[in-house]
Structures are given as C-alpha cells and as structure tokens.
T-cell receptor, first 113, second 111 residues
C-alpha cells in the first residue's frame, strides 16, 4: 500500500539534544513538507521540498534542519536551537501542482523533558 | 494579518442539523482551496477540494467558494456525532504550491 511513514510516533528528548524525525513516502511524489502543530492550533509550515536536493524554509524554520537526498525521504532534525520543540510534527507529500492534494503521515509527537 | 482565518469555535450543533464552517483568506491570486478534518491526536484527512466559484457537493458535504469576497465555506448536512472534529481550511499560496492552513474550527455535534 502506498503512503507516508513517520517514525517514531512518540519521542522524548532532554533539553539540549538534537533529534531526527523520519519521513518516508512511496507515493512517488516530488514535493514533501514538514508541519508543526501545537495544541489547539493549526498547522505551521517548517520546511518544504519540491525536488530532490532542494528545499525551502517555511514560516517557522528557525531551530530546524532538513535534507532531501532521495525522493522518498525527507528527515527533519529538531536542533537544540529550537527553544520550544514540544509539539506534534506532521510530514506530508504531494504532486507539486496547484491542485495537488496533501497526503499526511500519522505524525510524530515530540516531548522535551 | 493572518493569511487564512477561521473561527476557532467550538461550534456546537444538534445531531441532524446543518453545520456551517467558514474561512477567509488574504491572497487574491489563490486558486486552490481544501477542507481537512482532524480528529484529536490524528493527522488531517482531506474532505473536499474546490477550485472555482460556486458550490461543490460530495455526499453530506458542500464546499462553497467566493473568490471576489475571498471566502470559502464548508456545509455539513445531517450532522452526526462522528463529525465532531477540528476542520482545517487550507489555501495554496502563490506559485510555490505550498499549502497554508488556518487554525481550525472545532465542531461538536450533540446527540
């Protein structure tokens, strides 16, 4: 079955540690995205990539980094520079056209202890 | 000014009623609009997409788009308790095709 797989689903981190969230898709989509969601809030765009080896900052990129070395993979690293990293992180992919539907993974919930 | 605005709610309706969810957006050139449903702790799922002015119906759901007023809405007929969720409006902004989300409206359908 085609889809997007995020791992881990739950992650606990101590302050000052970097963590990497995995996102893999087998939908053959060119575009991939990372969103952050805080309780009671909508989704805010962190980074997006429309093609391999290229990515752009979204609205809240500070304290995060990404790579896009393969079409299927778009990992997100939450660095120690991110001051308030506890949140629900959602990865998505799409065909990069104006009417391209976003397909979401199940999300990763990060808690900083 | 936020790019995509929604009333946070909660919007409470009795079972069987019509729920009306509204969304305004700031970018006049936006062409693609989406409604997603999100249950607590889960990822969003697409309910409707709409690209041209007017109404688009799919089962109990109707999306309405008015580009002149920069307004898109979602009507849910015969609301069921299982429709209780947060509904997110999303708009494709500019030529980058990135999707910008509103903060969502929480819908409660009372049995």
């Amino acid at each position: 079955d085609g889809g997007i797989t995020q791992s881990p689903k739950y992650l606990f981190r101590k302050e000052g540690q970097n963590v990497t969230l995995s996102c893999e898709q087998n939908l053959n989509h060119d575009a991939m995205y990372w969103y952050r969601q805080d309780p009671g809030q909508g989704l805010r765009l962190i980074y997006y990539s429309q093609i391999v080896n290229d990515f752009q900052k979204g609205d809240i990129a500070e304290g995060y980094s990404v790579s896009r070395e393969k079409k299927e993979s778009f990992p997100l690293t939450v660095t120690s520079a991110q001051k308030n990293p506890t949140a629900f992180y959602l990865c998505a992919s799409s065909i990069p056209t104006e009417d391209g539907e976003l397909f979401f993974g199940e999300g990763s919930r990060l808690t900083v202890l | 000014q936020k790019e995509v605005e929604q009333n946070s709610g909660p919007l409470s309706v009795p079972e069987g009623a019509i729920a009306s969810l509204n969304c305004t957006y700031s970018d006049r050139v936006s062409q693609s609009f989406f409604w997603y449903r999100q249950y607590s702790g889960k990822s969003p799922e697409l309910i409707m997409s709409i690209y041209s002015n007017g109404d688009k119906e799919d089962g109990r759901f109707t999306a309405q788009l008015n580009k002149a007023s920069q307004y898109v809405s979602l009507l849910i007929r015969d609301s069921q308790p299982s429709d209780s969720a947060t509904y997110l409006c999303a708009v494709v902004m500019d030529s980058s095709y990135k999707l910008i989300f509103g903060s969502g409206t929480r819908l409660l359908v009372r049995p």
